[in-house]
């Protein structure tokens, strides 16, 4: 909007420094996509395992096979780091304290352990992944889009980039 008077009761915060508002306030919403996909993960992850230990291939559970197991095992250990980066996020927000830099690392670690659970879930399930009634597939879609909303992965590796490492601006 251009030439937008704001009466000066109305003002909220200092003067010239509403971009920058918002920007610090999507920082709450990446630290809540990135936990939100943190749990679709796990949800993967759970499902995967349950489906592996029932699921009775040449007379034993395919959980037996560490082609099957290696790939969940992976993904726990990707959600639960991503955990605790949400984790620490969540706390500099809570302290009042610039978190912009861990909110976006949150968002970009979660969001792809998350879809490589999902993934994982798929392989796991073979083709009985597109059954409607396990849920699988429709996971895959819904975890895929923490990679592009509300934020892409290259604007997070751009903000990464310019604030946390001091590169040059690469837009």
Same mark, same amino acid.
């Given at each position: 909007?251009?030439?937008?008077?704001?009466?000066?009761?109305?003002?909220?915060?200092?003067? %010239? $420094? %509403?971009?920058?508002?918002?920007?610090?306030?999507?920082? #709450?919403?990446?630290?809540?996509?990135?936990?939100?996909?943190?749990?679709? %993960?796990?949800?993967?992850? #759970?499902?995967?395992?349950?489906?592996?230990?029932?699921?009775?291939?040449? %007379?034993?559970?395919? #959980?037996?096979?560490?082609? *099957?197991?290696?790939?969940?095992?992976?993904?726990? *250990?990707?959600?639960?780091?991503?955990?605790?980066?949400?984790? $620490?996020?969540?706390?500099?927000?809570?302290?009042?304290?610039?978190?912009?830099?861990?909110?976006?690392?949150? $968002?970009?670690?979660?969001?792809?352990? !998350?879809?490589?659970?999902?993934?994982?879930?798929?392989?796991?399930?073979?083709?009985? !992944?597109?059954?409607?009634?396990?849920?699988?597939?429709? $996971?895959?879609?819904?975890?895929?889009?923490?990679?592009?909303?509300?934020? !892409?992965?290259?604007?997070?590796?751009?903000?990464?980039?310019?604030?946390?490492?001091?590169?040059?601006?690469?837009?």
């Amino acid at each position: 909007m251009d030439g937008l008077e704001v009466p000066a009761e109305n003002l909220i915060g200092e003067e %010239g $420094k %509403g971009f920058r508002y918002v920007l610090d306030g999507m920082n #709450a919403e990446r630290i809540l996509i990135a936990t939100e996909a943190v749990g679709d %993960g796990r949800w993967c992850v #759970a499902r995967a395992v349950e489906y592996a230990n029932s699921r009775v291939v040449f %007379g034993r559970p395919i #959980a037996t096979n560490q082609g *099957v197991q290696f790939p969940i095992a992976r993904c726990h *250990v990707e959600l639960e780091a991503a955990d605790l980066m949400c984790r $620490k996020a969540a706390a500099l927000f809570e302290a009042g304290v610039d978190c912009g830099a861990a909110a976006n690392m949150a $968002k970009l670690i979660a969001s792809e352990a !998350s879809f490589h659970a999902a993934d994982v879930a798929m392989q796991t399930f073979g083709g009985f !992944s597109f059954a409607r009634e396990y849920g699988i597939e429709r $996971k895959w879609r819904e975890t895929r889009l923490y990679q592009i909303a509300p934020i !892409s992965t290259n604007l997070v590796l751009a903000y990464v980039a310019q604030h946390v490492l001091g590169l040059e601006r690469s837009y």
